[in-house]
Every structure is written in structure tokens, then in C-alpha cells.
């Protein structure tokens, strides 16, 4: 796997439409917890002093949007994007053919970090296409923009809950 330099492409990252924030959080969760609301399009971490760091998200469109509960199973940098088969086929079916597997950087789908939740498809990861965040646009993933999710990936940790709602 080819080595990708985090210091060369950092300024090649993409930064959100809406800049992350820290807002007041008075809800059940425990400091560390991933709150993702899909309709409001935004994904909370939750910092242990009354408040959560809040970021604009990608959420799955219809007919791929899922809730529950998850933990963090795996996290990666600059991950290696292999599309489930029924994505192969469905895109197939447009007319557009998807590579078996493409190696992280910033072209790939996955953007610069992925944070993987259980044993499912389903991952918080980053973007190539900043300008689809705070829309129902996805396969089932949240999206964040790749500062955010470089941000958020250093914070959680293997194990740490994931609340889909």
C-alpha cells in the first residue's frame, strides 16, 4: 500500500460548508459518544462538560438511511475503498462501472479517514465531494468533511458508541 504524506496534503483537504462548533449538550450520553442526527444532518461529539462538538454531515438518501446503535469496530487513514457488491450493481445498472478497490488519497471516496461501525458496511468517513454535506446523499454512510473527519477520528476510539437517530 503506497504511503500517503498527511503534512504534503494538508492543504489539499476540504473544509465544511459550516465550520464545526462547539454547542451546548445536556443530553443522556457520556463524554466520547457519537451522536448522528440524520435529519437535522449533523453529527455530535460529545465533549463531558456540557457541551458537543458539532459538524454538517452527509447522511444516506432514501431508501438507505438506517438508525441504531454501534460501536466503533476499526478506524483507518487514507483507507482503501472496496464497493459492496450491491453497489457494483446498482451503479453497473446506470452505466457506470466502479473499480474493484482504489487505494486511499484524495480521489477516493472515502476521503481521509474512516471510522468503521461494527461489524456493518456502514462507516463515518470522509469526502471528495464537500459540496454533498448537510444532504440525503449517500449509500448509507455518514459523510463528513475531510478536516472534520480527521479532526473527529483523532477523538473517538475503538469501542467508543455511535448513536444513529
Same mark, same amino acid.
Given at each position: 500500500?503506497?504511503?500517503?504524506?498527511?503534512?504534503?496534503?494538508?492543504?489539499?483537504?476540504?473544509?465544511? =460548508?459550516?465550520?464545526?462548533?462547539?454547542?451546548?449538550?445536556?443530553?443522556?450520553?457520556?463524554?466520547?459518544?457519537?451522536?448522528?442526527?440524520?435529519?437535522?444532518?449533523?453529527?455530535?461529539?460529545?465533549?463531558?462538560? $456540557?457541551?458537543?462538538?458539532?459538524?454538517? @454531515?452527509?447522511?444516506?438518501?432514501?431508501?438507505?438511511?438506517?438508525?441504531?446503535?454501534?460501536? @466503533?469496530?476499526?478506524?483507518?487513514?487514507?483507507?482503501?475503498?472496496?464497493? =459492496?457488491?450491491?453497489?457494483? +450493481?446498482?451503479?453497473?445498472?446506470? $452505466?457506470?462501472? *466502479?473499480?474493484? +478497490?482504489?487505494?486511499?488519497? =484524495?480521489?477516493? =471516496?472515502?476521503?481521509?479517514?474512516?471510522?468503521?461501525? $461494527?461489524?456493518?458496511?456502514?462507516? @463515518?468517513?470522509?469526502?471528495?465531494?464537500?459540496?454533498? *454535506?448537510?444532504?440525503?446523499? +449517500?449509500?448509507?454512510?455518514?459523510?463528513?468533511?475531510?478536516?472534520?473527519?480527521?479532526? *473527529?477520528?483523532?477523538?473517538?476510539?475503538?469501542?467508543?458508541?455511535?448513536?444513529?437517530?
Amino acid at each position: 500500500m503506497r504511503r500517503i504524506d498527511n503534512a504534503r496534503l494538508a492543504g489539499r483537504l476540504n473544509a465544511a =460548508p459550516i465550520a464545526a462548533r462547539n454547542v451546548a449538550y445536556a443530553g443522556e450520553f457520556k463524554a466520547g459518544t457519537v451522536i448522528v442526527d440524520t435529519q437535522k444532518r449533523r453529527l455530535f461529539y460529545v465533549n463531558g462538560n $456540557g457541551t458537543a462538538r458539532e459538524y454538517v @454531515i452527509g447522511v444516506g438518501r432514501e431508501g438507505f438511511a438506517w438508525k441504531g446503535r454501534e460501536r @466503533i469496530s476499526r478506524k483507518a487513514e487514507w483507507p482503501v475503498w472496496t464497493p =459492496p457488491a450491491e453497489m457494483v +450493481s446498482r451503479e453497473a445498472a446506470k $452505466g457506470r462501472i *466502479l473499480p474493484a +478497490s482504489m487505494e486511499g488519497g =484524495p480521489e477516493n =471516496p472515502l476521503g481521509a479517514r474512516a471510522i468503521y461501525l $461494527g461489524d456493518t458496511l456502514y462507516r @463515518i468517513h470522509g469526502t471528495n465531494e464537500p459540496w454533498t *454535506l448537510g444532504k440525503a446523499v +449517500s449509500s448509507g454512510c455518514i459523510r463528513m468533511a475531510n478536516d472534520d473527519v480527521v479532526e *473527529l477520528f483523532d477523538k473517538v476510539d475503538v469501542g467508543s458508541l455511535v448513536v444513529v437517530r
